[in-house]
């Protein structure tokens, strides 16, 4: 039977379930998009790698008590997560600056943050999802100041388990966009997904690039390097 597309995004579909109305399907996608949509190209075998590695990410952090969406794998490119509406932000968390921070506040490339900054952005593409502060969140969304405080630091949390788990692998995280959704119940879950389209990943000694950055820059091949990423994450989860 086919399922249902809820919606369609620049990284993967959403069907409804057909088993469960609280039930959502994410399928991963080939397409790889950057600088808001204005890059753009297919890699085969992107969508497995982002479903597997996005897979043990939030099986490894519900094993540390971090509960997310997820639910379970289901095939090489789809799992199974709980039905959320996403709230419009990006929490961004950033534990050593690169990227727009380095342009926008003209802080020095590789600069530590002790401790690690968290920003927040508005999810709108037609706007090119602008960094906003907690009182602007709080007017464009609909998530009450407790609410937002509860996300930031589950995002701190999320950091220092995602900073250990990587660094079991010989991965530095640099930084990293989480988005969290709120289920019928009215919780807040954190959703989406957590791979290297996501989050900035450094090979501890050798600093190269293990992320979309290969993309963005032009300076790698996305698919070994997210296949150097996975390989790693199975050996050790
Ligand atoms: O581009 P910027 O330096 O602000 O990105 C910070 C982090 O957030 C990076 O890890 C990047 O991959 C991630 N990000 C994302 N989706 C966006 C913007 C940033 O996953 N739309």
Redo the contacts with the bound molecule.
């Keep these: 039977m086919e399922l249902e597309l809820l919606y369609e995004g620049k990284a993967k579909k959403v069907y409804q379930s057909d088993t469960n109305e609280n039930h959502l399907i994410l399928s991963y996608k080939n397409d790889a998009t950057a600088f808001n949509g204005e890059k753009k190209a297919q890699f085969t075998g992107k969508g497995r790698l982002n479903n597997e590695i996005s897979s043990l990410l939030f099986k490894a952090l519900e094993e540390k008590g971090i509960q997310s969406h997820f639910i379970k794998r289901l095939d090489s490119v789809t799992q199974m997560v709980q039905k959320t509406d996403i709230i419009p932000l990006?929490v961004?968390i950033r534990n050593i600056a690169?990227?727009?921070?380095t342009k926008r506040l003209g802080i020095q490339e590789k600069t530590p943050f002790e401790p690690a900054l968290t920003e927040l952005f508005y999810k709108d593409d037609s706007l090119g999802?602008p960094l906003i502060n907690d009182e602007h969140a709080l007017f464009l969304t609909d998530i009450t100041e407790e609410e937002l405080n509860s996300i930031k630091q589950k995002a701190r949390q999320v950091n220092l388990a995602l900073t250990d788990i990587f660094a079991a692998i010989g991965v530095r995280l640099v930084?990293?966009?989480l988005e969290f959704g709120r289920n019928k119940e009215g919780e807040i879950l954190l959703s989406d997904e957590i791979s290297p389209?996501?989050?900035?990943l450094w090979d501890m000694e050798t600093n190269e690039k293990l992320d979309?950055d290969v993309f963005r820059q032009g300076t790698g091949d996305l698919i070994t390097v997210y296949e150097e990423i996975l390989n790693r994450l199975e050996d050790q989860l």
Aim: hydrophobic fraction near 20%; charge should be negative.
């Design positions: 990006e961004v690169t990227g727009s921070i999802d930084d990293f966009k389209d996501t989050c900035r979309k």
